[in-house]
């Protein structure tokens, strides 16, 4: 009896102390990168009479790197397998990480730990963690800034790097300066637009270099933007007698422009307008007329034109015109005298027209005239009788008029009758002025 009781007590025993599950761990791959994770999975198998609940854990200090199958329920004699996956970042030092996996059964509290390791592998020792970019577009003369950050991926100090900045024409190398793994270095460049430069695009770029390796390198494109930026300088003087003016077109701006400007003037200057350069068109507008110059001007270029009113000319023109006027009457005497017939229905009347051009007055002009024997004269005078002398080829009239003022005029008429038909018309002899003896002025 005894010794059965003994035999039942180290049966229950033994029982006592067998796990109630076993687990097992695969290291499928164990080297990690971003780009390929490193791979675990654990087998758990259920060695109690009921189904229970088992849950995974970890120590991995880079808790974002792990995923896996947090719990699973097991039926009593079946086993299930928890994956474990481990991503690390881009951050990531390349080094080993020690990591401890435990299952727990969560009704007993029962555990198993399995420690393994984490190998994070690397291709590149230098990763990008920022980059500043220039902006998309600038305007000439503008100043900008740029910048890259970038991290140690090895296990060591690096300073076996560079990093070059390229804009335009120019290239910035930096040496790369020594820095502990995981530590992060920021590099600055400063550039300037040049002021004259045409709406373009440029091309900047930033590239990091390990070891004679190429880490990386990136492109980002600027555009210049279009200036459009015109001057105009139209500025007039003068003195009263000439007046003179210019006008001034400047491109400040980067590229090609036209413009069209104007100058305006009172219509009655422009018979005595003159232009350096002739303008485009002109067209009047309110008693003004306005004058346009079209150009097209390249970047930095300018157009400039002069004009002058010569209000001087008018004047000289007068003066031409008076002493022209003078000397004509210098030339065909201080009197005229100019003699007209007109038809009547028995003859013809006369008319003797006398006028002072001279700005003095005249005491006496002695008038000459002359009928001839193809027609009679009728003796009676509107004005004045004239002097008759009888000869033997007609009658010769004269008349005295006195006190002939500046600027007078004043008329003698007389009639005729014919005395034969004359077939071509009749043709008188022309009146005359006489200053002692000598004809001085004929009609």
């Not at 998309?136 to 296990?155: C, H, R, W, Y």
């Not at 300066?177 to 373009?200: C, D, M, N, W």
Request: aromatic share 8%.
């Amino acid at each position: 009896m005894r010794k059965a009781f003994l035999c039942i007590l180290c049966i229950a025993l033994i029982t006592g102390t067998t796990s109630a599950f076993s687990a097992s761990i695969d290291s499928q791959n164990q080297q990690a990168s971003p780009e390929s994770p490193a791979l675990f999975s654990v087998e758990v198998l259920n060695n109690g009479q009921e189904t229970q609940a088992y849950q995974l854990s970890h120590t991995l200090s880079k808790s974002g790197w792990v995923y896996y199958d947090t719990s699973k329920q097991i039926k009593p004699g079946e086993s299930k397998i928890f994956n474990i996956s481990v991503n690390p970042g881009e951050s990531a030092v390349q080094q080993s990480y020690n990591m401890d996996l435990f299952v727990q059964e969560l009704r007993t509290g029962e555990q198993e730990k399995f420690s393994t390791v984490v190998n994070v592998d690397r291709q590149k020792l230098i990763n990008v963690k920022n980059i500043e970019y220039p902006p998309e577009t600038v305007d000439p003369g503008e100043k900008f800034s740029a910048s890259i950050t970038v991290q140690n991926l090895a296990s060591t100090i690096l300073n076996d790097y560079t990093v070059q900045f390229e804009l335009e024409n120019r290239t910035e190398s930096r040496n790369g300066v020594a820095f502990a793994p995981g530590a992060l270095k920021t590099y600055s460049f400063e550039h300037q637009i040049p002021q004259s430069s045409r709406p373009q695009d440029k091309m900047f770029s930033v590239t990091v270099t390990q070891d004679g390796d190429q880490v990386t390198e990136v492109t980002r494109t600027l555009s210049v933007n279009q200036v459009r930026n015109v001057t105009t300088v139209n500025n007039r003087s003068g003195n009263g007698i000439r007046t003179t003016g210019i006008l001034e077109i400047r491109n400040n701006g980067n590229s090609k422009v036209s413009v069209s400007e104007n100058v305006t003037l009172p219509g009655y200057v422009d018979p005595i307008l003159f232009f350096d350069e002739e303008p485009s068109y002109s067209a009047s507008q309110r008693g003004e007329r306005v004058y346009t110059w079209n150009k097209t001007l390249q970047p930095g270029e300018e157009f400039s034109t002069s004009y002058s009113i010569e209000y001087w000319i008018p004047f000289i023109l007068t003066i031409i015109i008076v002493l022209g006027i003078a000397l004509i009457r210098e030339i065909t005497g201080s009197i005229s005298i100019t003699k007209e017939k007109e038809k009547t229905e028995d003859g013809y009347k006369l008319s003797i027209q006398i006028e002072n051009r001279s700005s003095e007055a005249k005491d006496t002009v002695k008038i000459e005239d002359f009928v001839p024997n193809v027609v009679s004269l009728i003796k009676e005078f509107e004005v004045a009788e004239p002097e008759m002398k009888n000869t033997t080829e007609g009658v010769e009239l004269s008349w005295s008029l006195e006190d002939l003022k500046p600027g007078e005029t004043r008329i003698i008429t007389y009639k005729v009758t014919d005395k034969v038909e004359v077939e071509d018309g009749l043709d008188l002899p022309s009146a005359k002025i006489v200053e002692d003896g000598k004809t001085v002025s004929k009609s």
